[in-house]
T-cell receptor, first 115, second 114 residues
Framework: EAQVTQNPRYLITVTGKKLTVTCSQNMNHEYMSWYRQDPGLGLRQIYYSMNVEVTDKGDVPEGYKVSRKEKRNFPLILESPSPNQTSLYFC??????????????FGEGSRLTVL | AQKVTQAQTEISVVEKEDVTLDCVYETRDTTYYLFWYKQPPSGELVFLIRRNSFDEQNEISGRYSWNFQKSTSSFNFTITASQVVDSAVYFCALSEAGFQKLVFGTGTRLLVSP
């Protein structure tokens, strides 16, 4: 089954404790991206990757890191989480055809709470 | 800069009513793509439709229809004979050719009561 898998789905952590949210897709997609969803703000892009070893900032990259060492994986790293990073996070992937023009497949979301 | 506006924060209807969700977009590109996603209470994002800027034909899929009007920069979504299962948050989104992201509106929460 074609899917984007995120882990963990739910996490409560404390300020400053490094954490990683993993994302894996099994559709051989070149493009992967991370979004955060906050009430009243919709979804905002954090980082994206057009292919292995190619990553770039989205609209709200501060406080986050990513890496793309393998095509299928795109982990989101919070080196020192703060309460303003409490949010619902979505990983997404699609085929690359010059831009994000095909369907963007989303993971089920990871709800993160930073105390 | 690209922008998507969904002015309706929340809409409440009674089952079987028709409802239209508005989406207005801004872009300088002549080539762009518009999307609608549904987010049910369970939280996942469900793809509904993608439309490119060169195709202004309206689309109908069962009870769902979409009206794309470049003259007013709008891409509205109508649900005919709404059902309780249509209760969700609906997001409109825009992607410009050459840019690597979808820009989302803030979403419209639709509540359909029996």
């Amino acid at each position: 089954e074609a899917q984007v898998t995120q882990n963990p789905r739910y996490l409560i952590t404390v300020t400053g404790k490094k954490l990683t949210v993993t994302c894996s897709q099994n559709m051989n997609h070149e493009y992967m991206s991370w979004y955060r969803q906050d009430p009243g703000l919709g979804l905002r892009q954090i980082y994206y990757s057009m292919n292995v070893e190619v990553t770039d900032k989205g609209d709200v990259p501060e406080g986050y890191k990513v890496s793309r060492k393998e095509k299928r994986n795109f982990p989101l790293i919070l080196e020192s989480p703060s309460p303003n990073q409490t949010s619902l996070y979505f990983c997404a992937s699609s085929f690359r055809d010059g831009s994000v023009t095909g369907e963007l497949f989303f993971g089920e979301g990871s709800r993160l709470t930073v105390l | 800069a690209q922008k998507v506006t969904q002015a309706q924060t929340e809409i409440s209807v009674v089952e079987k009513e028709d409802v239209t969700l508005d989406c207005v977009y801004e872009t300088r590109d002549t080539t762009y793509y518009l999307f609608w996603y549904k987010q049910p209470p369970s939280g996942e994002l469900v793809f509904l439709i993608r439309r490119n800027s060169f195709d202004e034909q309206n689309e109908i899929s069962g009870r769902y229809s979409w009206n794309f009007q470049k003259s007013t920069s709008s891409f509205n979504f109508t649900i005919t004979a709404s059902q309780v299962v249509d209760s969700a948050v609906y997001f409109c989104a825009l992607s410009e050719a050459g840019f690597q992201k979808l820009v989302f509106g803030t979403g419209t929460r639709l509540l359909v009561s029996p």
